[in-house]
Each structure stands twice: as structure tokens, then as C-alpha cells.
């Protein structure tokens, strides 16, 4: 057997580690080393459905792989510190005249991921998990959170603008609108969440190592705010072996628009070689305007600027023992908002147009720090990380339209209402495992957070006369949260694996704010808190065929704490005052299924979801918000993802997501007609990913990406008296690539059908019900990009 190793970035030639692995097919051994020595492991069906291997002790990854393959028909390549490719064993020289180039597979391949708190391989976790490679992402410049949706099933977000959206999965939708209540879906920078009640932060996706997706709810393992799953951002960690670096550089026009402009780099610097490193990244970006204010005679108003970086630190402490550490900032200015309106008037409207009365920025800043330490044991492994999030962002709104509702009279002044949030949280989790590869598992954690967020806003009136300031607030919330959760799993032969976890926890919820609505009632006070206490439970059941295949089923709960509102020009009444504590149970089955030697690959999932005590965030009369509980819902839906590589360097991603849903007991309160379905997702949202590689002379290869994703008509309110509601979409990508092992030229067009569709028809609070708002798209844009590696 020919064997060819590349000297890979690894942590050290002479690192190693604990492997213990039974007697199994090529493929299932080597699934399991890349579990044990946490490296994703490629190709792995190469070796052939024939012959068995194990391995035990302790030895670097080289030494595991030498030995594990030591009889197999294929051969392998460490291609860096986190990645091991398999290869199919080249034929005799008599057979093979002119050798082809290999590849390794562009969208199917066994993924490794760690979103699960253990690492484990995607294709035999009982759960809908999906993870976008560091690969697939440079292939297809998912270069942020919206780029990347559409190469998931039923993962979504909004499109208010950058660092304004919230992310949506499975069509567990609370509603389209961001305020007081705590995200659906948590979004995680390596172990640490980054946002709360807050929107996506819209961090760049420079030098990642992978995307991982949880869907459904995760509350036993990550507690509130994973009502609907984990998006997960894994950061590429400092190598400890070799100086290298990485940049690229792009431009791009938009077709009656600005230019646009992005430049980022990283570069790897082993401080002491086998044991401490840095990884440096920074990026800066600026998004041109495309949308014109007739109003305010400006052209392009709403440019963007988002500009960052991160530096990691990497220590080895002993063989079994590592500290990594890292701290990331990004900056983003939005001069603008990106939606336009039309009148909604008794002739139907008129086309959208930009029309306001004053700018309406935006800004968000996002600054962490944060620490991890891996341990093992003879017994398992620690993990214990620390971690804290600044988090502030701001928001202006023309405020115009609500006036004479506010004041009953009649006015010229203009309006303008800013509100800020700033937002700190300290995060411990503590986490202790059983070794991967036994038949009964286990894991136990200790948790532990506390965020302080103050939001001051108020409205001012602009007047020929100068500025006054009819309301003001400062609020402050407090949450302080513990929790205790673990899980078991046992194998009871012939594939089949029990899970049974949950997580005890208590949220402790505090809000004072001090309200001054001028020339109404006067000051007032706010002064209220309350304790949730509960349980989260999890069940899973899955069974492992030969052949690789899995079956599911499973049982999760996620859930989030209850709060109270304090904003208004009058004091809220009684039944609004509070919101209560929401909870959804989730029951699912799916398979995982590969077939035609690893090249087809396919998961899929069907899922029944009871949500109770569905909180929302609305607007009241005068375009302040709040939070309700609107009622119980159900939801029902299947979501697929297929992926198939043909011998030939084409290859094909599809995904799905399907499903419908029903608001049950109404709460009439809230509203006098509620709508039957939950608003802010669509029934269907799908996407497409199509990939073609083809080697050229010497090391250059050629490759075309096209990628497609539709997102079906959605309301935007559980109330049914407001008519507004997105309509269907469909954004495209095309990119033409040539590439070397050491750079790749890139030239792409987003929206090449120059498609109008109206992505969100929400902007403005204020205006929201008066006109009718609607997002298009970006125009036609034409780009190139270079990229090289030193």
C-alpha cells in the first residue's frame, strides 16, 4: 500500500492522544480517531466496505493513522491541524499512465463537530445538526450569517439590515420584531453565547473553521434562548508548528449603487514551538448604498461599514492539557435603513420609494474575552470555559408619522426616536465527559451567567425652534441564571443507543426603569422582579445500521423566562405589565443515510413541535414596544438536505424545509383578532448549491459555484389586523474561480436576474401600519476577489 503524508500544521509533531477504538469497518474506525483526537476526518469511505481495524494507546495522530491503515486499500493526507483527507490506494503504474489530480469530496464528507458539547460526528448525533465547512465557506463566500442561510434547512433570518436581524429556524417564529424578549435561537462564538435579547451581531466569517447548526430545542444542554437551536461559529485556533497567513482582497459595483470594498487577512505565529501560539484576524468591509431618499435628497444612503478582528492564543500545558484563549471586537455603522415605502391609499399604493424625514442610523458593537480549558483524565475530559460579551447597539427612527397620534394635534415638528442598549454578560460552563468510544456515556455540567443590560432611549422634536424631549426612559434589566444539567447514553448492541439528559435551572429576572413621558402623567418608577425555576428534559433514542445508515427519534424541551414591561407614554394596564415564561416540547424522528460509496449523502427529519405561552414583541399605539404572550401554537413540519458528488468534479447540495402551524387559545387581550399561523416565516423555504471542479495544467484548478435559496410569503404580526406581510423571494449567486495551491481569483454576481423581491416589509415602528414597507433586494452586483496564502 502506497501511504503519502503532507507534514501537516498539526499541534506538534510529537502531540498525543488517548485512542481506544474496537475492532470496526475502515470507515467507522476512522469516524471514531477523528472523534478522539478532535480532527474532522474526510473521504472516509474511500477505504472500501470490506476489512476491520482497532487501535489502542496513546500516539500522535501520524503514528494512529500509520497503524489503523496499516493493511487498508487507501492512503491519507494531514492537510492541516484539524483536517485528515482519505484517499483512494492509486492503481499500479501500468494502470495509470497520467494520474488525476485528487479532490476531496466538495459537499459531502463526514463532518465533526462539537455543538453537542461533546465531539461527535454529525451523521451519528440523534438530532438535526448541520455544519458549513471552512471549504464550503471560502468556495461560496458565506463571508457572514446571511450568506450562509441558504445552504441550511429551514435556518432563516430577517433582513431589517446589518446587525439588525434575528435568526429563525424550523419556523419557530415569536414574530419578526426585536425587543425585550430573549432570542429564539442562540448564537455562539466558540463557547460563548453573544447575544441575548439582542440581534445577531452579524460577525464576519473570517478564518472559521466551521458552521454548526443544532436545530430544535436545546434547553437541556444549553439552557434559554435555545428555543429553536444553536447557530454555532467554530474560530480556526492557533497552530503551534509553523509561520503562516492568509488575505484576500475584493471590489465589487452594483448597478445603481455605490462601490463596495472588502479586505481581510489572518496570520499563524508559533510563539513556542509545540506549545504556545497566536493567530491573528482582521477584516474591513464597506457595503455601498443602493437605496435613494427623494425626501432628503440623498443618493445610496444606506452604506455600511463593518470592520473587526479577533486574536487567539493557544497553550499547551501538558500532554493532556491545553488552554485556549480568545478575544474578538467588530464595529458595524449602518448611515441608513434599508427599506423602502409606498402609501397604502384607496387607489392600492404607489411604487416604493426611500421617503423619510430624517436619517435613521444604526450601530452595533460587539467586543469578547474569553477562555477555555481542555483536560483529560484517565476516566474522560474537562472542559471549563469563561467568557464575557459588551454588547451595544443603537438604533434612530423617523418617528414623524406617530406624532399627532402621540400628541392629538396637529403638528410640523419632525421626530426622532433613538434607543440604545448596552449589554454585559459573564458566562461560566463547566463541563465534565466520559471518553468517546464506550458503550456508556455520560456528561455533567455546571452553569452559571449573569448579564446587565441598560436601555436608555427617548424622542425628541425638531422644530424650527430648537430640540425638545417629551419622553425619556432608563431601563435596566438583570438576569442572573444557574444551572445543573448531564445526560447518559448506553449502546445496547446491534446499534442501538439510549439518551436520556435534562437540566435543572433557575433564572432570576430584575427590571427597574425610571419613565419621564413630559406633559402626560409626570414621572414614574418601575421596580419589579421574579424567579423561574424548572426543568428541561431530553430523550433520544437512535439505531446504527452496518452500512453506516442511522434512525432517530427524540423528545427535547427548550424554554425561556418570563419578564415585564415598563415602556409607554401611559403606564401599560395590568394584563400587559407582565410576560409570562414560555416552554416548547419538541418531538422528532429522521434518518442519515449515505449511499453509491459515501457520495450520496442524506438527512432528513419530520418534527411536531408544542409551544406554549408563545411570547411575541409588538408595538403599542404611539410605536413603543412590549412583549405578550399571544397564546399556545403548534407546528408541524419535515425539513431534507441531500448532497451528491458525481466522479466527473460536479456536485450538488439541495435543502427543505416544510411546515405549517396553528396559534391555539388566543390570548384576546393582546389583540381582538389574532392570526391563525405564526407570522415572520414561511410555510416553505428551500436552497440550492451546486459546485464544478476541474483541474487545469500543473496545480490549477477551475471552479463554478452557483447558488439559489427561496423563501416563501410570510406575515409580519400575530395581529390580523395589520395587513403587511413579505412576499416571496428568490436570491441567487453565481462565482467563477481559478485557483493554486498558494491563491485563487475569484469574479461572482449576486442577484444576476436583478430581482426586486421584497425580502421584509418591516423598517419602522413608527410607520409601520401608516405605509406600506418592503426590503429589495441588492441590485445586480458584479465582484472580483484574490485570495493567497504565504
Given amino acids: 500500500m502506497a501511504l503519502a503524508c503532507v507534514a501537516g500544521r498539526a499541534e506538534g509533531a510529537d502531540a498525543r492522544y488517548r485512542f481506544s477504538i474496537p475492532p470496526r469497518a475502515y470507515a467507522d474506525a476512522l469516524v471514531d480517531l477523528g472523534l478522539q483526537a478532535n480532527v474532522s476526518v474526510l473521504g472516509t469511505t474511500n477505504c472500501g466496505p470490506d476489512g476491520r ?15 489503523l491503515l496499516r493493511d487498508a486499500p487507501c ?22 499512465p497520467r494520474p488525476e489530480p485528487q479532490r476531496p469530496p466538495a459537499l459531502v464528507s463526514e463532518v465533526v463537530v462539537t455543538a453537542t458539547k461533546r465531539t461527535a460526528a454529525a451523521d451519528r448525533l440523534a438530532a438535526g445538526v448541520s455544519a458549513i465547512s471552512r471549504q464550503q465557506v471560502e468556495s461560496t463566500r458565506s463571508v457572514d450569517v446571511g450568506q450562509s442561510i441558504g445552504q441550511l434547512a429551514g435556518v432563516l433570518t430577517t433582513n431589517l439590515g446589518p446587525g439588525r436581524d434575528k435568526l429563525l429556524i424550523r419556523g419557530l417564529s415569536d414574530g419578526a420584531f426585536t425587543g425585550r424578549t430573549r432570542s429564539t435561537v442562540g448564537t455562539y462564538l466558540d463557547d460563548a453565547p453573544v447575544n441575548f435579547n439582542a440581534p445577531d451581531p452579524d460577525l464576519r466569517l473570517v478564518d472559521i473553521e466551521r458552521v454548526e447548526v443544532v436545530r430544535g430545542p436545546q434547553g437541556a444542554l444549553y439552557g434559554s434562548g435555545a428555543l429553536a437551536g444553536i447557530y454555532r461559529i467554530v474560530t480556526a485556533k492557533p497552530d503551534l508548528s509553523d509561520v503562516f497567513a492568509g488575505a484576500s482582497a475584493a471590489g465589487a459595483l452594483t448597478q445603481g449603487g455605490d462601490a463596495s470594498r472588502e479586505v481581510d487577512g489572518y496570520l499563524n505565529l508559533p510563539i513556542v514551538k509545540d506549545r504556545m501560539g497566536l493567530r491573528l484576524v482582521a477584516y474591513k468591509e464597506i457595503q455601498g448604498g443602493y437605496l435613494d431618499d427623494v425626501n432628503l435628497g440623498l443618493a445610496n444612503v444606506d452604506k455600511t461599514r463593518r470592520d473587526g478582528g479577533r486574536l487567539a492564543l493557544r497553550m499547551v500545558l501538558a500532554d493532556d492539557w491545553r488552554l485556549d484563549a480568545l478575544a474578538a471586537t467588530q464595529h458595524l455603522r449602518s448611515n441608513d435603513t434599508q427599506y423602502a415605502i409606498a402609501r397604502m391609499d384607496a387607489g392600492g399604493g404607489s411604487a416604493p420609494r426611500r421617503a423619510n424625514q430624517i436619517r ?11 477562555a477555555t480549558l481542555h483536560g483529560a483524565f484517565g476516566w474522560g475530559g474537562l472542559t471549563a470555559s469563561l467568557n464575557y460579551v459588551h454588547h451595544v447597539f443603537s438604533s434612530q427612527y423617523d418617528a414623524t408619522e406617530r406624532l399627532e397620534e402621540i400628541f392629538t394635534t396637529p403638528t410640523t415638528d419632525l421626530g426622532a426616536y433613538v434607543e440604545t442598549t448596552r449589554s454585559n454578560m459573564l458566562v461560566q460552563d463547566l463541563v465534565l465527559r466520559s471518553h468517546e468510544g464506550t458503550a456508556a456515556g455520560w456528561l455533567f455540567g455546571v452553569y452559571g451567567a449573569r448579564s446587565v443590560e441598560r436601555s436608555p432611549s427617548q424622542l425628541s422634536l425638531l422644530s424650527p425652534g430648537g430640540v425638545s424631549i417629551p419622553y425619556t426612559e432608563f431601563r435596566k434589566d438583570r438576569l442572573t441564571e444557574f444551572a445543573v444539567y448531564g445526560e447518559a447514553s448506553y449502546e445496547f448492541g446491534d446499534g442501538w443507543t439510549a439518551t436520556v439528559g435534562g437540566r435543572v435551572f433557575e433564572n432570576r429576572v430584575h427590571t427597574t426603569a425610571e419613565i419621564d413621558p413630559k406633559g402626560f402623567l409626570g414621572p414614574r418608577s418601575f421596580d419589579r422582579r421574579r424567579t423561574f425555576k424548572g426543568f428541561s428534559p431530553k430523550l433520544a433514542i437512535q439505531r446504527e445500521f452496518q452500512n453506516g445508515d442511522l434512525v432517530y427519534g427524540l423528545v427535547s424541551e427548550g424554554y425561556r423566562p418570563g419578564g415585564f414591561n415598563s415602556s409607554g407614554f401611559f403606564p401599560i394596564r395590568q394584563q400587559r405589565a407582565t410576560f409570562a415564561q414560555d416552554r416548547l416540547r419538541n418531538f422528532e424522528v429522521g434518518a442519515k443515510v449515505r449511499r453509491l460509496d459515501g457520495r450520496l449523502a442524506v438527512r432528513a427529519a419530520a418534527y411536531f413541535d408544542d409551544w406554549s405561552n408563545v411570547q411575541t414583541d409588538q408595538y403599542r399605539t404611539s410605536g413603543l414596544s412590549y412583549t405578550a404572550n399571544v397564546g399556545d401554537a403548534q407546528i408541524v413540519g419535515v425539513e431534507a438536505e441531500v448532497s451528491y458528488d458525481w466522479a466527473s468534479g460536479f456536485s450538488l447540495q439541495v435543502n427543505a424545509n416544510l411546515s405549517d402551524s396553528r396559534i391555539r387559545n388566543p390570548n384576546f387581550d393582546f389583540a381582538t383578532r389574532i392570526r391563525d399561523d405564526l407570522p415572520g416565516v414561511p410555510n416553505l423555504s428551500a436552497g440550492a448549491l451546486a459546485l464544478y471542479e476541474r483541474p487545469l495544467a500543473g496545480d490549477l484548478t477551475f471552479r463554478v459555484v452557483g447558488q439559489a435559496s427561496y423563501v416563501g410569503r410570510s406575515a409580519l404580526s400575530f395581529d390580523a389586523t395589520l395587513p403587511s406581510e413579505s412576499q416571496a423571494y428568490l436570491r441567487a449567486r453565481i462565482s467563477a474561480e481559478i485557483a493554486s495551491g498558494d491563491w485563487r481569483v475569484m469574479a461572482f454576481v449576486v442577484n444576476p436576474f436583478d430581482a426586486e423581491g421584497d425580502t421584509f416589509a418591516y423598517g419602522n415602528p413608527f410607520s409601520f401600519g401608516e405605509v406600506r414597507q418592503v426590503t429589495p433586494q441588492r441590485p445586480r452586483t458584479f465582484g472580483v476577489r484574490l485570495a493567497a496564502t504565504f
Avoid at 53 to 61: P, V
Fill in 75 to 96: 492512503r491519507w493526507q494531514v492537510i492541516d491541524g484539524q483536517t485528515v483527507r482519505i484517499l483512494p490506494a492509486p492503481p499500479p503504474a501500468s494502470q495509470a
Fill in 360 to 370: 435613521e442610523a444604526h450601530n452595533n458593537d460587539f467586543s469578547y474575552g474569553g
Fill in 53 to 67: 481495524t482497532s487501535l489502542t494507546g496513546r500516539h500522535t495522530l501520524n503514528e494512529a493513522l500509520r497503524l
